[in-house]
């Protein structure tokens, strides 16, 4: 199993990314996905959850601002980033709800001022 996210970039705040996770290996359908950051010094944390029926959740910093969403035609997993703020800077990662599959590379994603 692979899960590759892309997407990530430089970009002032208020402007937007979308990030994009495709899975090899695995058929995504079954599973709760979601999507992860770390910054440097933190703990990696969820920011927003997609359930098996598609229902999203999300962490109350990112509330909002952020859509996670997914195809399964594509077996990819999105998240849709708007109004970036400085403190959304991180490595971003997809995986299952609960971390199952082993951790990709992520995609850096840092916010200007």
């Known amino acids: 199993v692979q899960l590759q996210a892309s997407g990530g970039g430089v970009v002032q705040a208020g402007g937007s990314l979308r990030l994009s996770c495709v899975a090899s290996?695995?058929?995504?359908?079954?599973?709760?996905m979601a999507w992860y950051r770390q910054a440097p010094g933190k703990q990696r944390e969820s920011v927003a959850v997609?359930?098996?029926?598609?229902?999203?959740t999300y962490a109350a910093a990112v509330k909002g601002r952020f859509t996670i969403s997914r195809s399964s035609a594509r077996n990819t997993v999105y998240l849709q980033m708007d109004s970036l703020l400085p403190e959304d800077t991180a490595v971003y990662y997809c995986?299952?709800?609960?971390?199952?599959?082993?951790w990709g590379p992520g995609t850096q994603v840092t916010v200007s001022s």
């Open positions: 995986n299952t709800q609960n971390g199952g599959f082993k």
């Open positions: 290996g695995v058929i995504l359908r079954p599973y709760g």
């Open positions: 997609i359930a098996f029926n598609n229902i999203p």
